[in-house]
């Protein structure tokens, strides 16, 4: 299996991708806060799926994916999916899923063996018809379906708000129902603002951050469905970030595999830590990602097993 560094590209076709930023150097620009990027980082260890959403163009939305992309845990397979040629012959339950697009294109490039939805991230560029190798109608509605089977995803889509994303997938051709949009994690939504001191300065900024709640049952076996939670939102009047996830901290830690306590304590430290790298002017990609490589391991010699 791949390391998560490794991301295929198939069929040797795709958007180009704009200059790498780490997730140290996105603080220090004032897109997230370290508080923010703490969260994300140990939701996106465990998988969690994230969509970034912005509708401007322009607005930074593949650049914080890959920044996001890059705290995914070594070991972590991608699977790029390839837009308007996707086949899903790597997705043994794609039939079960809807899939009835054809399968098996011969001399396509890629490797069919069956992911690892325990080990498996889904990249696609976009959700949207604008280019061949973005995912769109059929395609994205059983990638967001496979999401069911452990997947995890990372995303971007054009939209402004958490319901301009919903909005946008329930309709055809995608077509995805409101239990199928509780799968997609946590969204993103970016906006490029004036940066608010009487200075043409454009910055990219998480205006909103949600978790959107899966399905859950109670003690009687009976499907809850929660509405999403918003984790924080950006205050212009106030300049900084508001944070709101203590409000379902023990549904976090429940998601990542924590105690909610141990999660508190976890995401102070990892805020502290990322704060520390973007004060110091640690924010090179390859340096951050050594950085969190390291932290990691630290993280797991202290955890119980």
Do not use: C
Not at 92 to 109: F, I, K, N, Y
């Amino acid at each position: 299996m791949s390391d998560a560094r490794s991301s295929r590209r198939p069929f040797g076709f795709g958007p180009p991708r704009p200059e790498r930023r780490s997730i140290a150097e996105l603080i220090r620009a004032g897109t997230l806060d370290a508080e923010l990027a703490a969260l994300v980082w140990l939701l996106v260890e465990a998988r969690v799926p994230v969509v970034v959403a912005a509708a401007q163009r322009r607005a930074g939305k593949t650049t914080l994916l890959e920044a996001v992309q890059e705290l995914l845990p070594s070991g972590t397979r991608r699977v790029e999916l390839a837009g308007a040629a996707e086949t899903f012959d790597w997705l043994p339950h794609a039939t079960d899923l809807g899939w009835s697009g054809g399968r098996g294109a011969e001399g396509d490039g890629r490797a069919t063996e069956a992911a690892d939805p325990g080990s498996t991230w889904l990249v696609a560029h976009e959700l949207s018809d604008h280019l061949p190798s973005y995912v769109w109608g059929d395609t994205a509605r059983v990638a967001v379906r496979a999401l069911s089977l452990g997947y995890g995803l990372g995303t971007t889509i054009h939209a402004d708000s958490l319901e301009d994303v919903f909005d946008t997938l329930r309709r055809p051709p995608v077509g995805l129902t409101d239990d199928e949009l509780t799968r997609l994690g946590v969204v993103l939504v970016l906006r490029a603002l004036a940066d608010g001191d009487g200075r043409p300065a454009i910055v990219r900024r998480v205006v909103a951050a949600h978790y959107v709640r899966p399905l859950a049952r109670d003690a009687h076996g009976h499907v809850q469905r929660l509405g999403p939670a918003v984790l924080a939102t950006w205050d212009p009047s106030g300049g900084g970030f508001e944070h709101f996830a203590w409000g379902v901290m023990p549904e976090l830690a429940d998601r990542v595999g924590r105690r909610a306590g141990d999660f508190e304590v976890e995401l102070e430290r990892r805020r502290e830590y990322l704060a520390g790298l973007a004060e110091g002017g640690v924010v090179g990609v390859d340096e951050v990602r050594a950085a969190i490589d390291g932290y990691r391991a630290v993280d797991a010699a202290r955890r119980p097993n």
